[in-house]
């Protein structure tokens, strides 16, 4: 690793507000050589997707570089020409962006957005681009490669499409790839897929890249350095064993320690409690596709129910069929031991507002144009009728509930929230309408530990303040030994295993449940390496099932 690719010297980079420009990125120094994996990790706000957009010479609308250098193989992309970096950048500076939903054309297939750079960049031909495609397909090790890129971006799972990006990226062979939370919505098992996959792209190309997460067991993976950031400042840069056996700073410890909350258990339901959803052997299906196989599990008052599972395991979809967003082919949905009417349709104000989401992905589920009071003031008069005064106090209650005093929040827009203040507002507008059950879908998946913990917090103090009942889908079984009272394990559309989270944590497991605790990543940079020999290097998702 003698050449160097990537030189950062000295770079300040501001943001505007209110006409006045701020500082977000303080003197940074940056070093990356071909072939090396740097991680940048940091909380929420640290500065790590602006410095890494920066090492591609690219500022987001209202960032300006104020000084520092940046180079690329000895090219000033700082006084570089429009023509010189649109002729770098997808050719030989790619990006893998952390919303793959978001970062679609969902009016194009998945191979038609492959093809585009290397056709443009005139580095092969439409068809071979798309051979190519196919065969990068089948390296990450996306199902039926060959018939995938077919589809569109609303046809496959969020793991498949953040595949299907990563690929893309790869397609002109860059020199470089910023890798921008590529897992963070991935399950442990989809995740290890993914992780696997890219270190072997980047191994096999030589391929230089800046790994941007706040998973740091995943970059203890990934990486060869670490570059820790604060508010824009660089708190300490090692080697990763190093930092991860010795870090130096305070900062940089605490963000080792592992998440201190973890909820006390409840005690047992009530025999013959009522619950207040029930789901009764369901099966659903997308068009003439089953999905769902008898699923059956109830919920109480008062209690979480965390559904975990690999991508395209059928969590959300049960999810769809408990709003009415997709009718269930056979079974039923309970509220109060009430049966539901299948269809959303066909379901009462009441029935609506009984029930509601908290959604994944904060950017992609909040209006840009509406500011934060609107957008909790909309369900409250859609449920309540409330209007005028009445209704402002009602949003100005909401906001202080969601610790975002309406004083301070309620003209901003989502633009000029951070992610976590984000999903706040997200947990605001479900608690509008006055809910006794709220599906949480992945809503700490995009988070930093620290924020996740904070929404965490928020949530399990919501849901005793309010006596709510929550169900939690998730990936991170961190998460799910912090908040949850029961799992629920579903594999293929089907519930494998269920019961109270101390039992869930005990062997014996089902084996897919086995499969799922020991796919975690672990503070140590050779965990994924010996998973991986465990399992079979060549085909680790043939290697997992035959585990199951």
């Known amino acids: ?26 003197g940074v120094d940056l070093d990356l050589h071909k072939g090396e994996v740097l991680g940048l990790i940091g909380e929420s706000g640290a500065g790590k997707s602006t410095l890494g957009l920066a090492a591609m010479g690219f500022c987001r609308d ?65 068809s071979e681009s798309a ?14 490669p060959d018939e995938i890129g077919f589809r569109y971006p609303h046809q496959v799972s969020g793991g498949q499409l953040q595949r299907a990006m990563t690929a893309m990226a790869m397609a002109c062979r860059p020199d470089l790839i910023i890798f921008d939370e590529p897992t963070t919505a991935l399950d442990v098992t989809t995740q290890i897929e993914v992780l696997a996959a890219i270190r072997e792209i980047v191994e096999e190309f030589n391929t230089a890249a800046i790994y941007i997460t706040h998973d740091l067991a995943v970059v203890a993976q990934m990486a060869d350095q670490i570059k820790v950031l604060l508010k824009g400042d660089e708190v300490e840069t090692s080697d990763t064993r190093s930092m991860l056996s010795a870090p130096k700073e305070d900062y940089t410890k605490s963000l080792w320690a ?68 997709l009718p269930p082919t056979s079974g039923e949905i309970l509220f109060d031991g009430q049966p539901l009417p299948s269809d959303y349709r066909k379901r009462n104000k009441d029935q609506l507002r009984q029930a509601q989401m908290i959604y994944q992905m904060a950017d992609t589920a909040l209006n840009p144009r509406v500011s934060v009071g609107n957008i909790i003031a909309r369900p409250v008069q859609f449920y309540s009728g409330l209007s005028g005064k009445e209704l402002r106090k009602r949003v100005d209650h909401l906001m202080d509930q969601i610790e975002l005093p309406a004083d301070q929040y309620y003209n901003r827009l989502p633009s000029e929230l951070s992610g976590g203040q984000k999903q706040r507002i997200g947990i605001a507008r479900a608690l509008a309408a006055d809910p006794k059950f709220i599906i949480c879908d992945e809503v700490t998946s995009a988070l930093d530990q620290l924020v996740a913990e904070g929404i965490l917090r928020l949530l399990a ?16 079984l961190a998460t799910v030994r912090a908040i949850a009272d029961e799992v629920v394990v579903m594999k293929d559309g089907r519930v494998v295993e269920q019961g109270p989270k101390q039992e869930m944590f005990q062997p014996p497991h089902h084996p897919y449940t086995d499969l799922l605790l020991s796919s975690v990543p672990e503070m140590d940079p050779d965990w994924l390496s010996n998973l991986l020999a465990e399992r079979g290097v060549d085909n680790i998702g043939d290697a997992a099932s035959e585990k199951i």
Request: aromatic share 6%.
């Open 258 to 325: 592992v998440r201190s909350f973890e909820r006390p258990l409840k005690a047992p339901v009530v025999a013959g409690a009522t619950p207040v959803v029930s789901i009764r052997n369901v099966d659903a299906a997308y068009g003439k596709v089953p999905v769902l196989h008898d699923v059956s599990f109830d919920m109480h008052e008062g209690r979480t129910v965390a559904v975990v599972g690999e991508s395209g395991s059928g969590k959300s979809t049960t999810a769809r069929c408990i709003t009415g967003l």
């Open 461 to 476: 103090r919501l849901q005793d303040e309010l006596s709510l009942s929550y169900m939690f889908i998730t990936h991170d």
């Open 62 to 126: 209202g960032v300006r570089i104020s000084e520092g250098t940046v180079e690329f193989d000895g090219i000033d992309l700082i006084k570089a020409s429009a023509a010189v970096k649109r002729d770098l950048l997808g050719k030989r500076i790619a990006y893998v962006a952390q919303s793959a939903a978001a970062s679609f054309n969902p009016a194009h297939q998945l191979i038609e957005q492959h093809v585009e750079a290397p056709v443009q960049h005139g580095v092969r031909g439409k």
């Open 1 to 26: 690793m003698s050449d160097l690719l990537v030189k950062i010297r000295g770079l300040k980079l501001e943001g505007r507000s209110d006409e006045t420009w701020n500082p977000i990125i303080n």
């Open 131 to 144: 051979e190519d495609g196919i065969e990068l397909y089948r390296k990450l090790r996306l199902p039926n």
